[in-house]
């Protein structure tokens, strides 16, 4: 089976600019959850989707948005970037509240 | 003050010690997570607990719900074992169970 995937893996914005960032899950996984890591907060917990519904969402404002698609393939989008924005963003697919498989990752540099 | 409490945040030891990382939190949780990232920051799931002990190859992960406390264990430790340990709950709220929260992780050194 592949793995999950992200797509960019890299990616430079402005400030001010927005993002949509991409995550396939594993087949047949229907559970995305997205999660922030910096050096100073670590690994944050942003959202988490099953069948397309979010079920549960982090302590982040509401310029961090995601949505999952029929497909289970999911994206999340922040808007007027901030330069604390920039950090490495991951997503995890599983099957329900299961253990989690982590793609590798989108590195966003902010300017 | 964080609610998963890892310890130690360092810890550099000889290949082929017996290697020991603690994890605590302070309120319920449905389950237990150990992750493991390499540099370059590839997150491997190691386990995941809600009672009693796991094993897989030389890894060991125990967990004491009474006591809310988890221990990773690496017996026969090797270079290849450096990397940042890192445990995570699904804690329990009033709509069910929440995502995730991440300790700060466990930055291990295996000399030759």
């Known amino acids: 089976k592949a793995g999950v995937t992200q797509t960019p893996r890299y990616l430079i914005k402005t400030r001010g600019q927005q993002v949509t960032l991409s995550c396939s899950p594993i087949s047949g996984h229907r559970s995305v959850s997205w999660y922030q890591q910096t050096p100073g907060q670590g690994l944050q917990f942003l959202f988490e989707y099953f069948s397309e519904t979010q079920r549960n969402k982090g302590n982040f404002p509401g310029r961090f948005s995601g949505r999952q698609f029929s497909n289970s393939r999911s994206e999340m989008n922040v808007s007027t970037l901030e330069l604390g924005d920039s950090a490495l963003y991951l997503c995890a697919s599983s099957l329900g509240a299961a253990e989690q498989y982590f793609g590798p990752g989108t590195r966003l540099t902010v300017t | 003050k964080n609610e998963v409490e890892q310890s130690p945040q360092n810890l550099t030891a000889q290949e082929g010690e017996f290697i020991t990382i603690n994890c605590s939190y302070s309120?319920?949780?449905?389950?237990l997570h150990w992750l493991q990232q390499h540099p370059g920051g590839g997150i491997v799931s190691l386990f995941m607990l809600s009672s009693g002990k796991k094993k897989h190859g030389r890894l060991i992960a125990t967990i004491n719900i009474q006591e809310k406390h988890s221990s990773l264990h690496i017996t026969a430790s090797h270079p290849r074992d450096s990397a940042v340990y890192i445990c995570a709950v699904r804690m329990y709220s009033g709509g069910g169970a929440d995502g995730l929260t991440f300790g700060k992780g466990t930055h291990l050194i295996i000399q030759p």
């Open positions: 309120v319920g949780i449905s389950a």
